[in-house]
């Protein structure tokens, strides 16, 4: 009788044990970004999945490695700058790019004056900021800049389609 007894008190223990060890594991903390919270209401990211978008084009490259290590010699400052994204996320892009490659430095926009500012923050830096001449279709995919121009109406960053954007 006393084995029982030791055996059930044995895996009671356990169980007590194994819920602490989960308990604790439960409540520890998130880790933090590096520089803390980002200021403002955070967003998700917008692809402009189905809009005909401007896109600015930093360069074409045969393989993801080579565009982000041409991306990692590029410095905007405090800002972004170029975004390494697949060709084929945007329709009408190799036709437009006429550069063969599956990859590409880009930074998309939804009115052509957020292009052309771009273009020309770039070419502050001595940077190659080609503006394609006709909109592309975004298919979706990986994030590409969109949200980072002004409204046109003058109300902050433009966070939405707008007329001409929209097929």
Excluded: C, H
Aim: net charge negative; no cysteine; glycine share 14%.
């Amino acid at each position: 009788m006393k084995r029982r007894q030791a055996i059930v008190a044995g895996l009671a223990a356990g169980v007590v044990a194994s819920a602490g060890v989960l308990a604790t594991a439960a409540r520890t903390a998130p880790v933090e970004p590096p520089n803390g919270r980002p200021i403002g209401p955070s967003i998700a990211a917008d692809t402009g999945a189905g809009e005909l978008l401007v896109a600015v084009v930093g360069g074409v490259f045969p393989s993801r490695a080579e565009a982000e290590a041409a991306n990692s010699e590029l410095s905007f400052g405090d800002l972004q700058g170029y975004y390494v994204v697949p060709v084929g996320q945007f329709q009408g892009f190799k036709q437009e790019a006429g550069d063969p490659g599956d990859f590409a430095l880009v930074s998309a926009f939804r009115t052509d004056e957020g292009a052309q500012d771009f273009a020309e923050l770039a070419a502050t830096f001595g940077y190659e900021a080609t503006i394609l001449p006709e909109r592309v279709r975004s298919l979706g995919g990986l994030y590409a800049g969109l949200g980072q121009e002004a409204n046109p109406d003058g109300s902050g960053p433009l966070l939405g389609p707008i007329a001409e954007s929209l097929p």
